[in-house]
C-alpha cells in the first residue's frame, strides 16, 4: 500500500519494457508522485519556497527550457498531495513503502531521474545498482541513486 500522500501513476509501453527487460517478473511498471513531482519522496524541502525552488531552476535551466516551461514546471512542483498541516510524505516513506513492496512482491526496481516528460533520460542508458533492505534501510534518504536504476531485494 502507498504512504499517504503518494499516488501510483502507469508509464508508457516503451519505457514500461525497458523496465520488464531488466526484470522479466515485473508486473506493474508505475511513476511514484507526491503532488505533481517525487521531490518530497527522496528529499525534504527547506521552508523558504524560494530556496526550496533554487536548485530546480537551475536545473531546468541546464536543461535549455523556456522561461515559460520552468514556471510551468515550478507549478508542477507546487501542487502539494496532502492538506494543509497534514505531514508530506518523505524518504523514511518511501524506504518503508520500497521495504514492504520488496517483502511482499520480490525484487523490484526504482529509478529517479529529473526532468520534463520530453526530457526525462531513459532508464535503457542507466546502470543497474542492486541493494538490499538492509542498505536500504541504513540509508532511507541516500539510497535511491539519481540516474540509476536500483534494483531492490530481501
Known sequence: MLPAGVAAQPIGAREAAEFRRRLPTAQTVASLLSGG???DLVHGRHPDPREDERPLRARYFQLKLSRDEIIRELERHRRRAVA???????????????????????PTLYHLRFGTGSS???AGEAD????????????PDRWLTEGSVVRLVR
Open 37 to 39: 513531482c517525487s521531490c
Open 84 to 106: 494543509p498541516g497534514v505531514s508530506l510524505p518523505g524518504p523514511a516513506d518511501l524506504a518503508a513503502f520500497a521495504a514492504e513492496h520488496a517483502r511482499n512482491a520480490g
Open 120 to 122: 526525462l533520460p531513459s
Open 128 to 139: 543497474t545498482v542492486t541493494r538490499t533492505v538492509t542498505e536500504m534501510r541504513s540509508t
